[in-house]
Antibody, heavy 116, light 110 residues
């Protein structure tokens, strides 16, 4: 059974940092493209970033570029999202998502709240 | 404002056929495949349709997708009460170099 388990969310002040993790199991993580997708409270879905299977290619949405960095450790079957310079508008549930196609599997999400 | 445009709401009665539209441009739907997702309140989305009209294993054949030009549609036939959920379309946008989603459509089964 495919499992994606996010962790690392929480309350952070504006300008602060957080690192999200996603532990993957039940599939061959090292050959899968992975994504982060977020959903602000009561709002729709927004794609944040993706990374290819070996980590050599990564793309971030314009709204997070320069502040967020996606990475992965295939030896640990873990996906990461390093978030710096957090803003109130980054408040959302962040989902770890398997690609091939986008959304083949989703984690349960982790809530990030940016507030003073 | 979402790059892909969906109606905010749709409704139908049990047994009816309903369609949800998703309008884009030549840089996304017009040149790339479309996926559809179903989301129930408080839960993660689920992939419903990929590559315009392909159903993942386990998705009932009551759900179907199509694409024409710069628009796509999700059709649900034999509507059931458990189909009441939010539905989102998505596609890769070559100009933005990223995935874009529609704003979502809330489906109500009357």
């Amino acid at each position: 059974e495919v499992q994606l388990v996010e962790s690392g969310g929480g309350l952070v002040q504006p300008g602060g940092s957080l690192r999200l993790s996603c532990a993957a199991s039940g599939f061959t993580f090292s050959t899968s493209w992975m994504h982060w997708v977020r959903q602000a409270p009561g709002k729709g879905l927004m794609w944040v970033s993706h990374i290819n299977s070996d980590g050599s290619d990564r793309i971030h949405a314009a709204s997070v570029k320069g502040r967020f960095t996606i990475s992965r450790d295939n030896a640990k079957n873990t996906l990461y999202l390093e978030m710096n310079g957090l803003r109130a508008e980054d408040t959302a549930v962040y989902y770890c998502v398997r690609g091939g196609p986008l959304g083949a599997n989703w984690g349960q999400g982790t809530l990030v709240t940016v507030s003073s | 404002q979402s790059v892909l445009t969906q109606p905010p709401s749709a409704s139908g009665t049990p047994g009816q056929r309903v369609t949800i539209s998703c309008s884009g441009s030549t840089s996304n739907i017009g040149s790339k495949n479309v996926n559809w997702y179903q989301q129930f309140p408080g839960t993660a989305p689920k992939l419903l349709i990929y590559n315009n009209n392909q159903r993942p294993s386990g998705v009932p054949d009551r759900f179907s997708g199509s694409r024409s030009g710069t628009s796509a549609s999700l059709a649900i036939s034999g509507l059931q009460s458990e189909d009441e959920a939010d539905y989102y379309c998505a596609a890769w946008d070559v100009s933005l170099s990223g995935w874009v989603f529609g704003g979502g459509t809330k489906l109500t089964v009357l």
